[in-house]
């Protein structure tokens, strides 16, 4: 007996020894720094400025790297390339994270010709890079699509990878893709955007991405606040948003729709930006007032019509709905809750006869492997789905004034399928 519990006490050392291990070599990972690899890496498309004719390209090296460049033609003359190719030189800011400094460049290739495919390479340590492709719009599109995915923030951007790639590869028309915010857990560790970039590769320097910020991108390993300094230095997208809130708050059209992007952080940012509602209230009222485009999709990481217990996002909700409802924003795309949700049509806090009376309201769903257990359908919900089995995207396209958007689980299998039609609802 006394031998059997000798044995025990052991085996009870020996697996808290193990724990112990696994527990200080995870730190070690945690705290290690992570500098850039060697070379050119997180090749990244956004657009800073008009898709039609311009085109963002950003990526990352050692600090040591000077400012590189990028060179790049017309597609179809690739034989002559790189004898044909313009050669434009980068801006470099180094960047100071947790994991060591790196350079980040950048680059807006202006004057491009709209419906036209490019080649580019970037160049490094005096030599050229890979050979990648983009392509621009054109002049006037009436049929494109895009994609848009929920949360990626992942204990294991594997997930991410696959949900992103398995999306593309499904939609390899797809002209670009959003993220509703709460890319990476941790927005100020930088070990999480080498994870989330890497995983991107492939697709994220083939077409743009234009994401917004969600609350976990203001969140330092510490887990105090901080404005979303890693996530707006990498991911170039537009300044037309209120100074204070650049690179956070912005829009931009794409064929016959108006983009506008917000930042529902009032909490994390109460001490940052202190009246971060009534900045975008200001600038959302101009912002819409001023477009002509046909169709407005608003991005809003945490969404005003909620499905998790204790959810409700009231000051969000009454800060944008009236403006939503005044401008007649057609969806509301958002995140945060990690499941899949769509609203009746809803006009002043009511649910209304079609969508050409209110706006639809879209919780996304999530891309990587986090999940909830306590979310369910809400009275407003015309369609719930909670992707507890796998992540999901969501594509969506605009052909001749129809809207069509489709929700997939990452295999591909068909969760929920709608349309908004203008030239039915708006007649
Ligand atoms: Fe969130």
Request: hydrophobic share 40%; charged share 20%; no cysteine.
């Given at each position: 007996?006394?031998?059997?519990?000798?044995?025990?006490?052991?085996?009870?050392?020996?697996?808290?020894?193990?724990?112990?291990?696994?527990?200080?070599?995870?730190?070690?990972?945690?705290?290690?720094?992570?500098?850039?690899?060697?070379?050119?890496?997180?090749?990244?498309?956004?657009?800073?400025?008009?898709?039609?004719?311009?085109?963002?390209?950003?990526?990352?090296?050692?600090?040591?790297?000077?400012?590189?460049?990028?060179?790049?033609?017309?597609?179809?003359?690739?034989?002559?390339?790189?004898?044909?190719?313009?050669?434009?030189?980068?801006?470099?800011?180094?960047?100071?994270?947790?994991?060591?400094?790196?350079?980040?460049?950048?680059?807006?290739?202006?004057?491009?010709?709209?419906?036209?495919?490019?080649?580019?390479?970037?160049?490094?340590?005096?030599?050229?890079?890979?050979?990648?492709?983009?392509?621009?719009?054109?002049?006037?599109?009436?049929?494109?699509?895009?994609?848009?995915?929920?949360?990626?923030?992942?204990?294991?951007?594997?997930?991410?990878?696959?949900?992103?790639?398995?999306?593309?590869?499904?939609?390899?028309?797809?002209?670009?893709?959003?993220?509703?915010?709460?890319?990476?857990?941790?927005?100020?560790?930088?070990?999480?955007?080498?994870?989330?970039?890497?995983?991107?590769?492939?697709?994220?320097?083939?077409?743009?991405?234009?994401?917004?910020?969600?609350?976990?991108?203001?969140?330092?390993?510490?887990?105090?606040?901080?404005?979303?300094?890693?996530?707006?230095?990498?991911?170039?997208?537009?300044?037309?948003?209120?100074?204070?809130?650049?690179?956070?708050?912005?829009?931009?059209?794409?064929?016959?729709?108006?983009?506008?992007?917000?930042?529902?952080?009032?909490?994390?940012?109460?001490?940052?930006?202190?009246?971060?509602?009534?900045?975008?209230?200001?600038?959302?009222?101009?912002?819409?007032?001023?477009?002509?485009?046909?169709?407005?999709?608003?991005?809003?990481?945490?969404?005003?019509?909620?499905n998790?217990?204790?959810?409700?996002?009231?000051?969000?909700?009454?800060?944008?709905?009236?403006?939503?409802?005044?401008?007649?924003?057609?969806?509301?795309?958002?995140?945060?809750?990690h499941d899949y949700?769509?609203?009746?049509?809803?006009?002043?806090?009511?649910?209304?006869?079609?969508?050409?009376?209110?706006?639809?309201?879209?919780?996304?769903g999530?891309?990587?492997?986090?999940t909830y257990n306590?979310t369910a359908?809400?009275?407003?919900?015309?369609?719930f789905y909670n992707p507890l089995?796998?992540?999901?995207?969501?594509?969506?396209?605009?052909?001749?004034?129809?809207?069509?958007?489709?929700?997939?689980?990452?295999?591909?299998?068909?969760?929920?399928?709608?349309?908004?039609?203008?030239?039915?609802?708006?007649?």
């Open positions: 007996m006394l031998h059997k519990r000798k044995l025990f006490q052991s085996i009870g050392i020996f697996f808290i020894a193990i724990v112990l291990l696994i527990a200080s070599s995870m730190m070690s990972f945690l705290e290690q720094p992570l500098a850039a690899a060697a070379g050119v890496d997180h090749v990244t498309l956004t657009w800073e400025s008009d898709p039609k004719t311009t085109q963002t390209i950003t990526w990352r090296t050692e600090e040591t790297e000077p400012a590189g460049q990028v060179r790049y033609a017309e597609r179809k003359f690739i034989k002559s390339f790189p004898h044909n190719a313009r050669i434009i030189d980068a801006k470099v800011e180094t960047l100071v994270t947790n994991r060591g400094n790196m350079n980040i460049h950048s680059v807006t290739l202006m004057g491009l010709k709209p419906g036209t495919g490019y080649v580019y390479q970037i160049n490094e340590d005096s030599e050229w890079g890979e050979t990648r492709t983009f392509s621009t719009p054109p002049a006037k599109n009436e049929v494109f699509k895009f994609l848009v995915f929920g949360d990626s923030q992942s204990i294991n951007y594997e997930v991410w990878r696959r949900t992103l790639q398995q999306a593309y590869q499904t939609n390899q028309d797809a002209k670009f893709f959003i993220n509703v915010g709460d890319l990476v857990d941790v927005g100020q560790d930088y070990a999480q955007w080498d994870a989330w970039f890497n995983a991107s590769q492939g697709v994220i320097d083939r077409i743009p991405a234009m994401p917004l910020t969600g609350n976990h991108e203001n969140y330092t390993p510490e887990r105090h606040f901080s404005l979303p300094v890693l996530f707006t230095a990498q991911l170039k997208v537009p300044v037309n948003g209120p100074e204070s809130l650049r690179r956070q708050v912005y829009s931009f059209d794409y064929g016959d729709i108006h983009f506008v992007m917000l930042d529902s952080q009032i909490g994390e940012q109460v001490q940052l930006v202190p009246e971060i509602l009534e900045i975008q209230k200001t600038w959302l009222e101009q912002d819409l007032a001023a477009t002509d485009k046909k169709w407005k999709i608003v991005f809003l990481h945490r969404p005003p019509y909620h998790k217990a204790g959810g409700a996002n009231a000051r969000i909700k009454g800060a944008f709905v009236p403006i939503l409802d005044k401008y007649h924003v057609d969806v509301v795309f958002s995140g945060h809750e949700a769509r609203t009746y049509p809803i006009y002043n806090d009511q649910v209304a006869d079609s969508p050409g009376k209110g706006t639809i309201y879209v919780t996304t999530r891309s990587g492997s986090k306590d359908a809400s009275e407003w919900d015309a369609f089995d796998e992540p999901n995207y969501l594509v969506v396209e605009m052909e001749n004034q129809i809207l069509h958007v489709k929700a997939y689980k990452q295999s591909g299998v068909l969760i929920d399928s709608w349309s908004i039609d203008k030239n039915m609802e708006f007649k």
